[in-house]
């Protein structure tokens, strides 16, 4: 399988406590995006890595989220003391660099904290 | 964050009817990009826009880039019961925007057999 990749597909945690995501993009693929989803929601940006350069970070990124792409390949997101209100999908996608590109998306990780 | 208007939220339909939604923006988008999202899974991309009046087909469905660059319309014809589940549109803008999304709130597909 080729797709992106993302683990764990589900995390149960509770409030305070910190968890961590990891996605394995598209092997040729430059850029790599974090999304969240909550329920009846289109997906929203979080931030996105050029190689390993984080580019740009969305003002929903608080203090406590944390993201990483050490080596260009694949990247972690940290939640640190999470909050009830972190409860969501948190998808990751993948594109090559260029104008004309396509954002593939991993299977996502639900967290519920409760 | 900022989302597109996407309609309708929800459509009921019979197996066989042809299926149209539609995104408007209020920003340009250089990009239009349809999704596909079933419960508990990722997006998956059904078809991708890159010029103004761009018409792209893809098997049953046919999208259509705005010649405006604000708006996007997605059609399914002759709906089959695997067409369910929640279609997105995705805009992308240009400049040091290029591969962020911004997706609209999502249209839930229901098709009776």
Redesign the interface.
């Known amino acids: 399988d080729t797709g992106?990749s993302?683990d764990p597909r589900h995390k149960i945690t509770k409030r305070g406590q910190n968890v961590t995501f990891r996605c394995d993009p598209i092997s040729e693929h430059n850029?790599l995006?974090w999304?969240r989803q909550t329920l009846?929601?289109?997906?929203?940006?979080l931030t996105?890595f050029q190689n390993e350069a984080q580019?740009?970070k969305?003002?929903?990124l608080s203090d406590r989220f944390s993201a990483e792409r050490p080596k260009g390949s694949f990247s972690t997101l940290e939640i640190q003391r999470t909050e009830q209100g972190d409860s969501a999908m948190y998808?990751c996608?993948s594109?090559r660099t260029?104008?004309?590109?396509?954002?593939?998306?991993?299977?996502?990780t639900?967290l519920t904290v409760v | 964050g900022q989302q597109l208007n996407q309609s309708p939220q929800s459509m009921f339909i019979q197996e066989g009817e042809d299926v149209s939604m539609n995104c408007t923006s209020s920003s340009i988008f250089n990009t239009w990009l349809w999704y596909k999202q079933d419960p508990g899974e990722g997006p998956v991309l059904l078809i991708a826009l890159y010029k103004a009046g761009e018409l792209t087909s893809n098997g049953r469905l046919t999208a259509q880039f705005g010649i405006t660059r604000k708006d996007s319309f997605l059609n399914i014809s002759a709906s089959i019961p695997s067409d369910v589940g929640i279609y997105f549109c995705a805009g992308q803008a240009g400049g040091t925007s290029y591969g962020k999304l911004t997706f609209g709130q999502g249209t839930i597909l229901t098709v009776h057999p």
């Open positions: 992106v993302q850029r995006y999304y009846g929601q289109g997906p929203e940006f996105y580019l740009e969305s003002r929903l998808l996608a594109s260029g104008v004309n590109t396509e954002a593939f998306f991993g299977q996502g639900r």
